[in-house]
């Protein structure tokens, strides 16, 4: 404890030097769970003119944030829009938490290399985001929680020419909204 | 090919206009690919004098034109030239025009369409407007231009990008498609007042809008029941209507000019290649059998052309084929070639392509010849749609 005074005087002087400082008591306080304030018992249902109805932002955040720890882009090959099996698990991982909440939308995008027409690129990015969409409708997914679009040769990955680029930007990804 | 030798003096008092008359109808006249400047040696000339015909005719030209520009008191400017054919000495007819400032280039278009008219029995498509596309860094803009690329006035700037724009018939709108909403819509663009309705916007993809010859209809790309393919639905929005029935690709419709047929891209073969099908629905029919992918048709406004890019050995280029014989040439030696137009006369064709590795946009006669890159704003400029002739 007493060590920790010179700590806190030299914080109160670095604050002090600042031009404009802080008034700590106008430091708002946040509240990330957002409970609701009248909860259960006697009150649940009979809230009257001051209930509040809580909403739960840290579970729509799960839910857009997609499933942890496992990739989202599924990769092609040139004029190509066949899964390859190395994509299966991710894809299965996608699945399964789709399924686990009815609230949860995944948008596939596909995408191509930059060689060729642009609307030629944009069905064939097509057809790469409908074979994973179609990939995970086998595995259960509703189709209401999926929808694949195509942004063809526009958004590349990575920019530059050659196969190293190239291969980068032949995908599908996976996102959730 | 002939091309016809033309001299085109300096108007009188060009010099204090903010724009040069008679270079902008010289550069018009020669992109068309048949007319050939004759140098005038600085001779300035107005429509009023009688030119010395046999001096004409020892620089080689077959006709003149002269003329003027004067500024109005009101600040507008009167514009006046004459057409001279030096061979037989006559008067080809002039004409006058007093425009605000910002119509001179509109003047000088103008002027080469009557030339050329007077002088090839066809109407010039200079005064006509081009659609395109630039990038520049993270923003993407649409413009409209002039048939030279010059005075492009910018339509719509977004942060994603813009592709596919499409003139209507009339000349006063353009369908796109927009990524503006992270998946690619259509709208239809108001030029004149910049008000646009989304008319596609289903689930999946909505793409490669094309106009029916009456205005009345689109074809269009969606892929809301599974892969992308062909719908045609009211150009003021509805219902779409499904147009091909095949288990992969359809995308890129053209209608022909009498709206019977749209031509567009299939892979029911296994690669790209170009189909058309009766406008009102029916079985396809294959168009182009060389190679192993053939995109992006566009056909002639006469009917009689059908261009369309090509790949063979990794690179992209402009083909040409006469529908009538089935014959195909290649015009361009260049690799990225992408998206033609033809000009309303079905003279030309405007295309995109690369040129010391920016995207670049070109003019070229049917047959090759003649080609001309279209200025344009800094940045990469693409997909180029030559709009209608405009109502005087």
């Keep these: 404890m007493f060590k920790r005074i010179p700590f806190a005087l030299a914080v109160l002087a670095l604050v002090a030097g600042c031009s404009s400082g802080v008034d700590l008591d106008k430091v708002p306080v946040e ?58 698990s991710l894809i299965e991982a996608h699945a399964r938490f789709i399924k686990a909440g009815a609230a949860r939308k995944a948008v596939i995008e596909g995408h191509t290399d930059e060689r060729g027409g642009r609307e030629y690129n944009l069905a064939l990015g097509q057809r790469r985001a409908e074979a994973v969409r179609r990939a995970l409708g086998l595995l259960g997914v509703s189709d209401n929680q999926i929808e694949a679009v195509s942004f063809g040769e526009e958004k590349p990955a990575v920019q530059g020419y050659g196969e190293d680029a190239y291969s980068k930007n032949r995908r599908a990804e996976i996102s959730y909204r | 090919m002939t091309q016809l030798p033309i001299a085109i003096a300096a108007f009188r008092d060009e010099t204090q206009s903010p724009q040069k008359i008679s270079a902008i109808v010289q550069a018009d006249l020669e992109r068309s690919g048949q007319f050939r400047g004759i140098d005038t040696g600085g001779v300035r000339l107005d429509e009023a004098a009688r030119p010395d015909v046999a001096l004409w005719r020892q620089k080689g030209a077959d006709s003149l034109v002269s003329g003027s520009v004067v500024r109005l008191a009101d600040g507008r400017y009167d514009v006046r030239f004459r057409l001279w054919d030096v061979v037989r000495g006559q008067d080809l007819g002039g004409q006058s025009y007093v425009v605000v400032q910002a119509d001179l280039r509109l003047v000088a278009h103008r002027i080469a369409d009557y030339v050329y008219e ?148 299939s892979d029911r073969g296994g690669a790209p290649q170009i189909y058309k099908v009766p406008s009102s629905g029916g079985s396809a029919e294959r168009v182009t059998f060389n190679g192993s992918y053939n995109i992006s048709p566009a056909i002639s406004p006469d009917g009689r052309w059908l261009a369309y890019i090509s790949r063979a050995g990794g690179a992209f280029k402009l083909q040409v084929m006469e529908l009538a014989t089935g014959n195909v040439t290649a015009i361009t030696d260049s690799s990225a070639d992408e998206r033609p137009s033809f000009a309303p006369n079905s003279r030309l064709i405007v295309y995109a392509t690369q040129q010391q590795g920016r995207e670049a946009l070109m003019t070229t006669t049917l047959d090759g010849k003649i080609k001309a890159r279209l200025a344009g704003q800094g940045g990469d400029i693409r997909e180029p749609d030559w709009g209608p002739y405009q109502f005087q």
Excluded: C
């Design chain 1, 31 to 88: 509240d990330k769970n957002g409970a609701p304030l009248s909860t259960g018992g006697a009150n649940a249902g009979n809230a009257g003119q001051s209930g509040v109805q809580g909403v739960d932002l840290s579970q729509s955040a799960i839910d857009k944030a997609g499933p942890q720890g496992v990739g989202r882009v599924v990769y092609f090959d040139y004029d190509s829009y066949v899964i390859k099996p190395e994509a299966q």
């Design chain 2, 118 to 265: 007077k002088l090839t029995g066809e109407r010039g498509v200079f005064s006509t407007r081009i659609a395109y596309v630039t990038k520049a860094g993270n923003r993407f803009s649409l413009w409209v231009a002039d048939s030279d690329g010059e005075n492009a006035q910018a339509a719509l700037s977004s942060p994603e990008s813009i592709i596919s724009p499409a003139w209507s018939p009339s000349g006063g709108q353009l369908a796109y498609v927009s990524f503006e909403s992270r998946k690619p819509v259509v709208y239809v663009h108001d030029v004149a007042t910049g008000r646009r309705r989304l008319v596609a916007n289903f689930k999946g993809s909505n793409s490669a809008p094309a106009w029916s010859p009456d205005g009345r209809t689109l074809a269009i790309t969606l892929s809301r029941d599974g892969n992308s393919q062909l719908y045609t639905m009211d150009a003021n929005g509805g219902e779409p209507r499904r147009l091909t029935q095949s288990s992969g690709i359809d995308t890129e419709p053209a209608f022909s000019p009498d709206g019977k047929h749209v031509y567009f891209v």
